[in-house]
């Protein structure tokens, strides 16, 4: 990556010296050379010289290598997995909670659901360190959803 840079910079520095520098030898060996072929050639130059500015921002500017990109996609992982242990935890002490104040129906329900928490968020770690990116957010909404019906249970 620094060789492309160094080369571009270089080549860069190089035809923007050699377009300056051949206006002066065109202006002072050639006789037929006119004013407003003069301002003509000085403004194609500097468009072009706005154009190379340009390009020479976008070559320099600052993209995260691949390198970096693993480091952070890395500690994402880490960050996500240690939440999704703690949730398949949670979903476990749920599940050997009593639950007197609900009746037979309810407890199956819940703790059916608590299992499902517990299912899913394991599917999810899974999901996570296999870098399956486009699977979260799907299997992230039906946690959503397992923790929504439990709520419409204890409401």
């Given at each position: ?30 006789p037929?050379?006119?004013?407003s ?25 600052n ?7 693993d ?17 398949v935890?949670?979903s ?28 899913k ?35």
């Amino acid at each position: 990556m620094k060789k492309i840079s160094l080369l571009s910079t270089l080549f860069f520095t190089l035809f923007i010296t050699g377009c300056s520098s051949n206006i002066e030898s065109v202006k002072s060996n050639s006789p037929e050379f006119l004013p407003s072929k003069t301002s003509d050639h000085i403004k194609q130059s500097q468009e072009f010289e706005t154009i190379m500015r340009n390009f020479e921002n976008l070559i320099f500017e600052n993209f995260p290598s691949e390198l970096e990109r693993d480091k952070k996609r890395i500690a994402y992982t880490k960050d996500m997995v240690i939440i999704l242990d703690d949730l398949v935890d949670n979903s476990k002490r749920l599940q050997s909670l009593r639950q007197s104040e609900f009746d037979t129906d309810e407890k199956r329900e819940y703790h059916t659901l608590a299992r499902a928490l517990e299912y899913k968020a394991k599917d999810l770690r899974k999901i996570v360190l296999d870098y399956r990116t486009e699977e979260i957010a799907p299997t992230l909404d039906y946690i959503v959803g397992i923790c929504n019906q439990c709520h419409d249970i204890l409401r």
